[in-house]
């Protein structure tokens, strides 16, 4: 089994509640299924697409219980549940053999601590050769689902959306068009720095965000005082990296600005106008 049974409960004699597998089927065979100990007598079915008569319930004591592939194939015990927490990501994600034929809800997240500083999560991933992704969320080429509205918003979060074929090669062609001409506007929640940070810190932003320009405001807010605009370009040939970046930034006088309410095309038009983009 996958999971095999413990004989030992720990000391305390509580009996485990019992997990059945009504017959031996793909979400048998695909993992475990785990409540956490909040989950007390929860009863789950998976409703995932199995073949006709394929039923799987599991029900959790306060230790939690996993379900085998197999019969009445049941562990639990008070003090194990790190030992019945499952798959981790990376043993899940990178077995194919439990991946077939399974939904989100075939699967429980267990909680626990975070080992990771938020800063160091990389989202970035390969969608092909030489297509690289900022966030790995692809729509999937689904009738009515994904053309060129889904795409483009899709690839605005860093994903991808691939658009189906249930077109006419020429209207295929037209909606790749549309994404491919999109102009994305206004960015409504920008990465803002202080005066006071320091040019070294520009390099750090730029690895993690992925650009390299960063409005300057009076506290790092979008909503203060906007002072200025500082990119990467102004920080390159500095070779002192600990000066502020009030000493390398634009100043606002010298940017070219326009009033809340302008349009893309008419911020467009002002930018070629004054030759900067």
């Not at 048998?28 to 697409?49: E, Q, Y």
Request: glycine content about 10%.
């Amino acid at each position: 089994p996958l999971f095999p049974a413990f004989e030992e409960f720990g000391g305390d004699g509580r009996q485990p509640r019992r997990a059945h597998l009504q017959r031996p089927c793909a979400i048998g065979r695909l993992a475990m299924a785990l409540l956490a100990p909040g989950d007390t007598g929860a009863r789950r079915r998976s409703r995932s697409p199995l073949p006709r008569g394929a039923r799987t319930f599991v029900v959790a004591d306060l230790a939690g219980v996993a379900a085998s592939p197999v019969g009445d194939c049941v562990a639990t015990a008070p003090d194990a549940l790190d030992a019945l927490s499952g798959r981790s990501p990376q043993e899940l994600f990178e077995d194919d053999a439990l991946l077939v034929c399974g939904a989100c809800e075939d699967f429980v997240c267990v909680p626990g601590p975070v080992t990771v500083a938020s800063k160091a999560v990389d989202l970035q991933g390969c969608f092909a050769r030489g297509i690289q992704l900022q966030t790995p969320i692809v729509a999937g080429p689904l009738d009515g689902v994904t053309e060129a509205r889904m795409a483009i918003a899709v690839a605005l979060e860093g994903g991808l959306g691939v658009v189906h074929r249930g077109l006419s090669p020429e209207e295929q062609c037209a909606q790749v068009a549309k994404v491919k001409k999109f102009e994305p506007g206004f960015i409504m929640d920008p990465v803002c720095v202080t005066p006071a940070t320091k040019v070294s810190q520009l390099d750090f932003l730029q690895a993690q965000y992925g650009f390299s320009w960063f409005p300057v405001t009076m506290d790092g807010w979008m909503k203060s005082r906007f002072l200025g605009l500082v990119s990467g370009r102004n920080a390159d040939l500095v070779k002192e990296r600990s000066i502020p970046v009030s000493a390398v930034m634009t100043r606002f006088h010298d940017l070219t600005v326009a009033p809340e309410g302008t349009d893309v095309l008419e911020a467009t038009r002002m930018l070629n106008e004054s030759k900067t983009g």
